[in-house]
């Protein structure tokens, strides 16, 4: 068994003014692949180092298999990592990067033979155990680092963006065949990323950081579907979800000629309503109850577009800002072209000005 559990965790960097990560408290199931996501600063990286063992925890507990592992070190934890740069040693074989650690934990050779090859099946590199990392693409160091983690047999992988090196293309292939790979290992896998597409392709959870808090956990399509606040959901999707500031008058959000019934338990003058690109509806000019904006910039992307724009009402473009809408491609909208939007029915959010914290759900 490999389930994780962190326990209040918190770290300190010495001299920051404030916590790397602070009070995470997070249950990882046996065989689960977690994902964890955030910008950069925002914890991920020194929460994984200190399930591995490379960074104390300051306060809190690490649990592995049942086992508190706070205070051991990281051989004794049972954690294979695999990180940005491939470390590999350049004048070893494939082969010989992949056995070195067994080597150096003094299994017998046709052990850590038999080892090497089922791993290297599995990563399809078979082909290139004599050569050494210098004669190989980025693509396939980055699988030998893998292979280099599997033959070992840990109860966990932590993965610290294993494939931000990679050009995008790559970046794609590879990220289907680590997560086909980790389903047909079945091993406890903790991984980190700043891009939260690779997190919501990859991960049976998402984990969403920020400034070293856990903001929430659940699968891609809950995260996406059911935000608890605006950072998450403004984060998660690509464009992430449209937050417009708007007052509320009579029971209603105004946006411009268009007003939005709001939740009865909503008592605040002023909310975030949230509305996803693919959410709205473009309508006609007889919609005179219709949210009027203007286009500034149209992004082609072949099946689709997506239209960025502001409010026709100048007063309303400097409180509400930029807002983008996803578009058939034979949409045929241009920049400058005078749109009249309704929100799809079901697909609004609302959340607190104040905190941001997600309301009247």
């Not at 180092?49 to 934890?77: F, H, N, Q, W």
């Not at 491939?86 to 990067?97: E, I, K, R, S």
């Not at 959870?205 to 903001?215: C, E, Y």
Request: with cysteine; charged share 25%; hydrophobic share 40%.
């Amino acid at each position: 068994m490999a389930r994780i559990g962190f326990r209040n965790v918190t770290h300190r960097y010495p001299g920051a003014d404030r916590s790397a990560v602070d009070g995470l408290d997070l249950e990882i199931d046996d065989g689960e692949f977690l994902v964890l996501v955030g910008p950069s600063g925002c914890g991920k990286s020194t929460s994984l180092r200190m399930l591995a063992g490379l960074e104390a925890a300051d306060s809190g507990r690490i649990e592995i298999g049942g086992r508190d592992v706070t205070g051991l070190p990281p051989k004794e934890r049972d954690v294979a990592m695999v990180f940005q740069n491939y470390a590999l040693y350049p004048n070893m074989t494939v082969a010989q990067n992949m056995g070195f650690a067994l080597q150096n934990a003094g299994m017998r050779k046709p052990e850590r033979t038999r080892r090497v090859l089922e791993a290297a099946r599995m990563l399809e590199l078979e082909p290139l155990l004599d050569r050494r990392p210098g004669k190989l693409s980025g693509g396939q160091r980055q699988r030998v680092a893998m292979g280099r983690a599997i033959v070992r047999n840990p109860a966990v992988f932590c993965m610290d963006e294993p494939l931000s090196n990679l050009d995008a293309k790559l970046r794609v292939s590879t990220r289907a065949q680590i997560a086909d790979l980790q389903r047909r290992l079945g091993t406890t896998t903790v991984y980190v990323t700043h891009d939260q597409v690779e997190a919501m392709t990859m991960g049976d959870r998402v984990a969403v950081l920020d400034g070293g808090r856990l903001q929430q956990v659940a699968s891609p399509r809950q995260l996406y579907d059911d935000p608890v606040n605006t950072f998450v959901a403004g984060f998660v999707g690509s464009p992430g979800m449209n937050l417009i500031p708007a007052p509320v008058r009579d029971g209603a959000v105004v946006l411009g000629e268009s007003r939005i019934p709001v939740p009865r338990s909503i008592r605040a003058e002023q909310v975030v309503v949230g509305v996803r690109p693919e959410s709205w509806t473009i309508v006609g000019a007889w919609r005179t109850d219709a949210w009027t904006v203007r286009s500034v910039l149209v992004e082609e992307l072949g099946a689709e577009s997506f239209v960025h724009a502001v409010p026709a009402d100048p007063s309303e473009e400097l409180s509400m800002g930029r807002i983008v809408v996803r578009t058939d491609r034979r949409g045929g909208i241009t920049s400058d072209s005078e749109l009249r939007l309704l929100p799809k029915s079901g697909e609004v959010y609302f959340f607190s000005a104040d905190t941001g914290e997600r309301i009247g759900s």
